[in-house]
Each structure stands twice: as structure tokens, then as C-alpha cells.
């Protein structure tokens, strides 16, 4: 009879450490925060819980929306360069100038619209990753902190592009700028990479996309894009802003695919450790079955 109590205790103790079971923390708050500081978990044995669904589809969305912003900027490219070449082979009307200028507006007011619900649905996707990257592994990343990483980051770029960048005509001061939006964004990348850490991924596509990030904003800081040009430039200039604007486009293009493939790997990361560790609980209850089996049937053949 030692031996079944034994080897129920030890089925019992098996079924507890499978998916079904939540996991429960017996540590106080501070102990809690200590551990999310250091980066430990404060669960000994936490269960696999499977992803919540959406990542996927939130992931085409933002692919989808970064795709339509590098369009748009291909778009106003074209349209600058067909009015720079009619206006060097026989001039351009004032009427053509201003359904020009009007066409313009419409695209910059576009990829504003874009660009902010592109920033609402990568928020809910930081926000879903660091959830599922907690349940599956038991590592836990705090998903309210992960998404309003984003828009602070966006605001520092913003506001030193805004005073340092376009506000001096020093160039010193503008490669500060530079620099300082370029640490807004290792900080953020450094919030993701927290994630892939606890998800176990790739760091590779994510250190791809900031690297194109900081050459998009150095691009965007120096030579300009679709949401910079304004009216007072003169039509001689639009042959070099179209180029701008068609190499802006293409690097744009190279930072969707970097950060499509830096989301899925999370994704992948985050399934692949649900799977081994829901397979391992699955394989310490079937041991603790068989044990339970093979000690009663060994109690019944002695009795």
C-alpha cells in the first residue's frame, strides 16, 4: 500500500504540472517584484497555457499597412517626378500645380490615418506577444508596459526630430538629434527583445529591423519624405524629392519584411515552447500512470 500511495502522490503531483492546471504563485508582491527585476520567475513549476489567438492576423494587418504606407510614398514619388519632367519640357500650369499640391495633401493626410492605426495595432500585437510568450514559457513580461514602449518611443523620435533635427541648422545638432532617435528606438527594441527572450526566439530579424529603422529615419531626417514636403518648395526641386521619395519607398518596403519576419518568429518561438513543454507534462503524467499501474498490479499479485 506504500508503494500506491507513493506513486499517486506522484500521478497527482504530474497532473498539476499539465496545461489544464493554472499555475498558481505562492510569493508575495515584493518577492514578485524582485523577481520581474531580476528577470526570475516567481513561479518554481509554472504550466503551459496555449497562445491566445490574433497574433497572426494582427501581423498581416501591420504587414499589410506597412506595405500601403511604402506605396504611398512610391505614389507621391511618381507623381512629383511626371510634374518635374513636363514642367522641364514645356512648363506647368497653375491649375496642374495646384491639383498637384491638392493630390499631395490627400496622400500625406492618407498616410497620417495609416500610420496612427498602424501604431493602435502594433501596440495590441506587442501587447498579445508579451501575453503569449508568458504562457507558454512562465516567464512573464509585463504586456501594458511592452505596448506603451511604442508610443513613447514614436514621441522622443518626434520630439527631437521636431527641435533638434528640423529646429537647427547645425549639423551637430542635427547628428545629435539623429543619435538621440536612434536610442529612442534601441530602447523599444530592447522592450522586444525582452519578449524574444522569454519566448526563446531568433534576435536576428529584430536587430534587422532596428538597423532599417535607424537608416529610415536618417533618410527621412536628411533627405525627406512624403509627410515633409511643403508647398513653398520650388518645382525644380521635385526631381530630387521624387528620387528621395522612391528610396524612402524601398526601404520601407526592406523594414516590413524584417519586421513581418522578426513577429512571426516570435510567434513561432512562443508555439514551439507551449508544444515542448506541454509534450513534457503530457510525458510525466503517461510515466506516473504507468507507475500507478505497475505498483497496484504488483500489490494485487502479492496480496
Request: net charge neutral; glycine share 8%; charged share 15%.
Amino acid at each position: 500500500m506504500n508503494d500506491v500511495n507513493v506513486t499517486t502522490e506522484r500521478l497527482a503531483s504530474a497532473r498539476d504540472s499539465t496545461t489544464r492546471a493554472p499555475a498558481s504563485s505562492q510569493s508575495g508582491p515584493w518577492k514578485r517584484l524582485v523577481g520581474r527585476l531580476t528577470g526570475a520567475s516567481a513561479e518554481a513549476n509554472p504550466a503551459a497555457v496555449p497562445p491566445l489567438p490574433g497574433a497572426a492576423e494582427l501581423r498581416i494587418t501591420i504587414g499589410v499597412m506597412l506595405g500601403l504606407l511604402s506605396l504611398l510614398s512610391v505614389g507621391g514619388a511618381i507623381l512629383l517626378l511626371l510634374v518635374w519632367q513636363q514642367s522641364r519640357a514645356s512648363g506647368v500650369l497653375t491649375t496642374q500645380l495646384d491639383r498637384t499640391w491638392d493630390l499631395l495633401d490627400t496622400l500625406q493626410l492618407i498616410e497620417r490615418w495609416v500610420a496612427f492605426g498602424l501604431v493602435l495595432v502594433a501596440m495590441v500585437w506587442i501587447a498579445l506577444a508579451a501575453l503569449n510568450a508568458g504562457r507558454a514559457t512562465g516567464v512573464r513580461r509585463n504586456p501594458v508596459v511592452a505596448a506603451l514602449s511604442l508610443p513613447a518611443c514614436l514621441f522622443g523620435v518626434w520630439w527631437l526630430g521636431n527641435e533638434l533635427v528640423a529646429g537647427s541648422d547645425d549639423w551637430a545638432d542635427q547628428l545629435g538629434g539623429w543619435l538621440g532617435q536612434v536610442a529612442c528606438l534601441a530602447v523599444f527594441a530592447i522592450v522586444i527583445d525582452r519578449i524574444a527572450n522569454a519566448a526563446d526566439s531568433r534576435h536576428g530579424p529584430w536587430r534587422t529591423a532596428f538597423m532599417v529603422s535607424a537608416v529610415f529615419l536618417a533618410h527621412l531626417q536628411f533627405l525627406g519624405g512624403l509627410s515633409t514636403i511643403e508647398r513653398a518648395d520650388a518645382v525644380d526641386q521635385w526631381g530630387r524629392y521624387g528620387a528621395y521619395l522612391l528610396i524612402g519607398g524601398l526601404i520601407q518596403v526592406v523594414g516590413a519584411l524584417a519586421i513581418n519576419e522578426s513577429e512571426r518568429a516570435i510567434e513561432d518561438a512562443t508555439l514551439h515552447r507551449y508544444e515542448l513543454r506541454s509534450r513534457f507534462s503530457e510525458s510525466l503524467l503517461a510515466q506516473a500512470s504507468m507507475h500507478a499501474r505497475s505498483a497496484a498490479a504488483s500489490t494485487v499479485t502479492r496480496a
